[in-house]
C-alpha cells in the first residue's frame, strides 16, 4: 500500500548531539512538511518542501534543518538537539490539485533528548 | 493570518450517542479546505473527513458528518453512534491553496462505555 514511512519510530540523543530523522513515501506527492508535536498539543509545521523548493516557517529555529535529495526522501536533521526538542517528528505528503489538498502524516518519530 | 479555534479542550460521550466538536477559523480568502483529522493515543495521525469551501453541501463519510457555514466561519464535527475506538485527540485544520496548514489546539474526546 503506498503510505508515508518515518525510521526510526523512537530516537534517543545526547543533548548536543546531531540526529537525523527520516521520511519516505511511496504517493508520488511533491510536496513534504515536517511537523514538531509536543505532549497534547497541535502539530507545529517546521517547514515544507514544494518539490526541491524550500519553505521555512519563520519561528523554526537554525538548529532545524532539512534534506530532500529526491521525491521519496525527505530528512529533518538537528544539530544540536536541547532537552526542548523533545517532541513527536510528524512528518506528511500532500499532492495539491488532488485529493482535496489532503496531507497524509506518517506514523511520527518520537525524539528523545537524555 | 489564517488562525483555527478549538474552544473545547476536552468532550466526552456515552457509546453509542451523539457528540459535536466546535471548531472556527480565521481567513479573508475564498478558495480553501478544512478537514477534521483524528489522533489516537500513541497513534498515527488520520483523515476523517474534509470539505471543500466552495461546496455548500457539507460533507458525511458514515457516522461523520460536519456542519460548515462559511459565512459563520464555522466547522463543526459530528460523530453519531459513539464507538470506544473514536476515543482520541480531534484536530481541526484549514488549508489554502498555497500548501499552508493551520492546526487548531485539538479536542480530547473520551468515550464512555
Known amino acids: 500500500d503506498a503510505m508515508v514511512i518515518q525510521n526510526p519510530r523512537y530516537q534517543v540523543t545526547q543533548f548536543g548531539k546531531p540526529v537525523t530523522l527520516s521520511c519516505s513515501q511511496t504517493?508520488?506527492?511533491?510536496?513534504m512538511y515536517w511537523y514538531q508535536q509536543k505532549s497534547s498539543q497541535a502539530p507545529k509545521l517546521l517547514f515544507h518542501y514544494y518539490d526541491k523548493d524550500f519553505n521555512n516557517e519563520a519561528d523554526t529555529p537554525d538548529n532545524f534543518q532539512s534534506r530532500r535529495p529526491n521525491t521519496s526522501f525527505c530528512f529533518l536533521d538537528i544539530r544540536s538537539p536541547g532537552l526542548g526538542d523533545a517532541a513527536m517528528y510528524l512528518c506528511?505528503?500532500?499532492?495539491?490539485?488532488?485529493?482535496?489538498?489532503?496531507?497524509?502524516f506518517g506514523p511520527g518519530t518520537r525524539l528523545l533528548v537524555l | 493570518a489564517q488562525t483555527v479555534t478549538q474552544s473545547q479542550p476536552e468532550m466526552s460521550v456515552q457509546e453509542a450517542e451523539t457528540v459535536t466538536l466546535s471548531c472556527t477559523y480565521d481567513?479573508?480568502?475564498?478558495?480553501?479546505?478544512l478537514f477534521w483529522y483524528k489522533q489516537p493515543p500513541s497513534r498515527q495521525m488520520i483523515l476523517v473527513i474534509r470539505q471543500e469551501a466552495y461546496k455548500q453541501q457539507n460533507a458525511t463519510e458514515n457516522r461523520f458528518s460536519v456542519n460548515f457555514q462559511k459565512a459563520a466561519k464555522s466547522f463543526s464535527l459530528k460523530i453519531s453512534d459513539s464507538q470506544l475506538g473514536d476515543a482520541a485527540m480531534y484536530f481541526c485544520a484549514y488549508s489554502n491553496t498555497g500548501n499552508q496548514f493551520y492546526f487548531g489546539t485539538g479536542t480530547s474526546l473520551t468515550v464512555i462505555p
Open positions: 506528511a505528503t500532500s499532492r495539491p490539485g488532488t485529493a482535496k489538498e489532503t496531507q497524509y
Open positions: 504517493l508520488n506527492h511533491n510536496v
Open positions: 481567513t479573508s480568502e475564498s478558495d480553501y479546505y
